[in-house]
């Protein structure tokens, strides 16, 4: 499919672009629709069943437009690696924010039938594309859950983008919105004290600004489970706008002993000292984009 190739490469230069030039949100509004619709009216995908690596995927809810990097089979190639790097048979995880199943099918090929990935998804379009992923690839160590992880058991309210359907969170950030919605709450902790408190090996979150409030909610777990590593999400002006001090949020893995990297093709694993915090914080929030972190004993 060498034309919609070619878009999502014009796409990922034009949102480069942007985010050199502070351009960002405006010009996402535009790309990221344009792009979804063109790539899908290009493909000819009628059964909207995309081959995502190596799974089969329905990435989106009839009417609306697939994310572009997962539609073109090229989201988040670092972190993907990092996952098959740390991830073995028999291992369990903990997906926060499974979207649409990524992370989930991906973690479940690597752990196998003797491990577990266990998935948390808030939103009802969302979790109904999981469950639907899941059983299109024929997983069965794959516990969903349509819940919200936070540092309380109850309700909160998520607030729905109306841009693609990876932006839902529980804080209003100002984007366009299509509404909002009470949803259950659950903590790290208390969930895995229902199940028995198993080991846990890899937590991924990325919840759209609340990553803190997860990590207030698993300090037991990091107890019990003093050797699981995290794959989060680091969007400083998402935590800003939560009401977080994204250097504070730094503070909590390294707290619990986790050497903290930022997950790079490139250069592979890059620490970061926390005297580089201020300045990253400064970069992410000027360019209003994110990095992917690893934390690890």
Not at 85 to 100: E, S, W, Y
Request: aromatic content about 8%.
């Amino acid at each position: 499919m060498p034309i919609s190739k070619g878009i999502f490469r014009v796409y990922a230069l034009a949102i480069g672009l942007a985010r050199a030039t502070g351009l960002t949100k405006p010009l996402r509004k535009v790309m990221g629709p344009l792009a979804g619709r063109i790539i899908t009216g290009v493909t000819g995908n009628s059964s909207n069943i995309y081959s995502v690596n190596g799974h089969k995927m329905v990435l989106t809810s009839s009417g609306a437009y697939p994310p572009v990097a997962m539609a073109m089979d090229n989201y988040e190639s670092e972190t993907t690696e990092q996952f098959e790097r740390t991830l073995t048979a028999g291992m369990v995880v903990l997906d926060i924010g499974a979207h649409v199943g990524y992370y989930s099918l991906l973690a479940a090929r690597l752990v196998g039938p003797s491990g577990k990935v266990f998935s948390f998804e808030p939103e009802i379009d969302n979790y109904q594309l999981l469950r639907q992923n899941i059983e299109l690839n024929g997983y069965e160590n794959i516990y969903t859950n349509q819940c919200a992880v936070s540092n309380k058991v109850g309700e909160t309210t998520l607030f729905l983008a109306n841009l693609d359907s990876g932006r839902h969170s529980i804080y209003n950030h100002s984007l366009p919105q299509k509404g909002s919605y009470t949803v259950p709450t659950v903590t790290i902790d208390s969930f895995l004290e229902e199940q028995g408190w198993p080991k846990v090996d890899l937590v991924k979150i990325d919840v759209e600004g609340a990553e803190p409030d997860v990590l207030e909610g698993m300090g037991q777990t990091v107890k019990r489970s003093s050797e699981l590593k995290l794959i989060m999400e680091f969007n400083s002006a998402l935590l800003m706008n939560s009401g977080t001090d994204p250097d504070r949020f730094l503070e909590t893995p390294t707290a619990w002993g986790k050497k903290i990297f930022s997950i790079d093709g490139k250069a592979g694993l890059t620490p970061i000292d926390p005297a580089e915090w201020p300045d990253l914080v400064k970069i992410l929030a000027a360019k209003e984009t994110s990095i992917n972190l690893y934390c690890s004993s």
